[in-house]
C-alpha cells in the first residue's frame, strides 16, 4: 500500500540520511517510477528532500534544523554526552559532519581548549562561537547535499596531519564488512580521516548496527572505540566487541 511504502522510504532516509531510488525499488520490490512519484509527494509534503536519483533527510544539511527533522534526536545526544569525556584541553580534533557530531559540538563545554580540523561547513560553523577553539576548515569541493567538503584538496590536507582523536559519523556498520556508505567521494575523505587520526571514535545509533552500503571506509579493527546510546553489555553488541571497545 502507498502509505505503507512511503513510511518505509521516510525511515530509511532518516536512518542513513541519503538514498537511492534504486536501492529503494529493489527494497519495495517497485518500480523506480513508483518511487520517484512517492519520494515527489514526500518533498511535496516537506518530509524530505527530494535529490537527483535519491532522497535525503530534511535534518542532513539543514541548520539549523528541527528537532523533529533529526531520527533519533535523544538517542544522539546520549552517544554525544558519552564522547565528550574523550575530550580535554590541548588536544588537536577531527571532526566529520552529521547530526550526532552537533550534538557532540552542543555538549562540549565551551571554554575548553582545542584545536578542530573539519570538511563540514556546518560543525565549522557552530564550533565559532568557542573562544578557546582554533578552527580549521578542511576546504574542497562542496557536497550541497551534506555540506562537506570532497575531493584531492581535503585529501591532500588530511595526508599531512595527524590528529589526537577523530570523530567520525557513519551510515553503516557491519561486523563482517566494516564501515561503508553510499557517496563514493565522501567515502574516500572519511578513509583519510581514519588514516590522519591516531584515534578514531565511531559514533552511531543502534538502528543503524548490521547494516551495509556500497562502499567500504574501513574495517571495524581500524576503529579504537565505538559508541552508541546502548549499555556497552548490551548483546546487540556482542559481534563487535572483538575488535573495538565499546563505549
Known sequence: MKDER???????????????????????????DTIRRDVKELDS????K??????????YNNLPYKAEEVYFLQKKIVIAKKAINFLRDDLV?????????????????????????????????????FPNVEVNFI?????????????????????????????LGIGNIDSEFGISELDWEIVQVKQAM?????????????????????????EISEIHTLITELDPEDRELDAYRKDVEIL
Open 93 to 129: 580534533v577531527l571532526i566529520g559532519g552529521g547530526t550526532t557530531n552537533i550534538e557532540l559540538i552542543k555538549a562540549m563545554p565551551h571554554k575548553i581548549k582545542l584545536t578542530v580540523f573539519t570538511p563540514s561547513l556546518i560543525i565549522a560553523s557552530k564550533l565559532m562561537s
Open 194 to 218: 581514519v588514516e590522519a587520526s591516531k584515534k578514531t571514535i565511531l559514533l552511531t545509533i543502534s538502528e543503524k548496527l548490521n547494516s551495509v552500503q556500497r562502499f567500504k571506509i574501513c
Open 6 to 32: 512511503q513510511q518505509i522510504i521516510l525511515s530509511k532516509v532518516m536512518l542513513h540520511n541519503r538514498v537511492l531510488l534504486s536501492d529503494l525499488s529493489d527494497l519495495l520490490n517497485v518500480s523506480i
Open 139 to 167: 576546504g574542497g569541493k562542496i557536497s550541497k547535499e551534506a555540506q562537506i567538503s570532497y575531493g584531492g584538496s581535503p585529501i591532500k590536507i588530511l595526508s599531512n596531519i595527524k590528529v589526537d582523536i577523530c570523530f
Open 45 to 48: 509534503e516537506k518530509k524530505l
Open 50 to 59: 527530494k535529490v537527483h536519483g535519491g532522497a535525503v533527510s530534511l535534518g
